[in-house]
């Protein structure tokens, strides 16, 4: 059974870094892009990055909202993707969920597993 | 970066209507467009992928259309555990992004 489990959040003020982790379990973690969607209360979904697989060089994409502040790594060893944010402010306060891609053809991604969440506030 | 626009944002419908929502792109996206179910709290569900193809598990009612810019999302008999946010979402291009939403609840 896939199962994605994030931990981390928490309350952090703004301007100040936090770390979320991503656990993966019942895959081939290695053979996958993880991507991390977040969601402000009370609002839909947002993209926030993704991190391609080592055969596809292990890359990253972030969204503008996030770029040079958010950093998403992994570790195939452990199978944990993360997600390092800096600077954070009161505007990425929101539930961050971990998500595993599928690309099923160029152009054609789509997330099939979500982890439950973790909420981030960022608060003074 | 490709807006995503739902229609509508909010739909009140019964128990075993048909029910259909829209999704449009800004801009030509193919067939590069997935659709999400969320209930109250928890993680979004992969419904459709590649506008039309039906993910392991989703029952059959559910079916997605269109290409271009224009999809459809149906349900053909609504049951009680449809009631939720749905959301589309391209992969045509980076950002990645989503539509607002639609929220569908029991009239």
């Known amino acids: 059974e896939v199962q994605l489990v994030e931990s981390g959040g928490g309350l952090v003020q703004p301007g100040r870094s936090l770390r979320l982790s991503c656990t993966a379990s019942g895959f081939t973690f290695g053979d996958y892009a993880m991507s991390w969607v977040r969601q402000a209360p009370g609002k839909g979904l947002e993209w926030v990055g993704f991190i391609r697989s080592k055969t596809y060089g292990g890359t990253t994409e972030y969204a503008a909202s996030v770029k040079d502040r958010f950093t998403i790594s992994r570790d195939d060893s452990k199978s944990i993707a993360y997600l390092r944010m800096n600077s954070l402010k009161t505007d990425d306060t929101a539930v961050y969920y971990c998500?595993?891609?599928?690309?099923?053809?160029?152009?054609?991604?789509?997330?099939?597993?979500w982890g439950q969440g973790t909420l981030v506030t960022v608060s003074s | 970066d490709i807006q995503m626009t739902q229609s509508p944002s909010s739909l009140s419908a019964s128990v075993g209507d048909r029910v259909t929502i829209t999704c449009r792109a800004s801009?030509?996206?193919?067939?590069?467009l997935n659709w999400y179910q969320q209930k109250l709290g928890k993680a979004p569900k992969l419904l459709i992928y590649?506008?039309?193809s039906l993910q392991s598990g989703v029952p059959s009612r559910f079916s997605g259309s269109g290409s271009g810019t224009d999809f459809t999302l149906t349900i053909s008999s609504l049951q009680p555990e449809d009631f939720a946010t749905y959301y589309c979402q391209q992969s045509y291009s980076t950002p990645i992004t989503f539509g607002q939403g639609t929220r569908l609840e029991i009239k």
């Open positions: 801009q030509s996206i193919s067939s590069y």
């Open positions: 590649a506008a039309s």
């Open positions: 998500t595993r891609g599928i690309w099923a053809a160029a152009g054609l991604y789509f997330f099939d597993y």
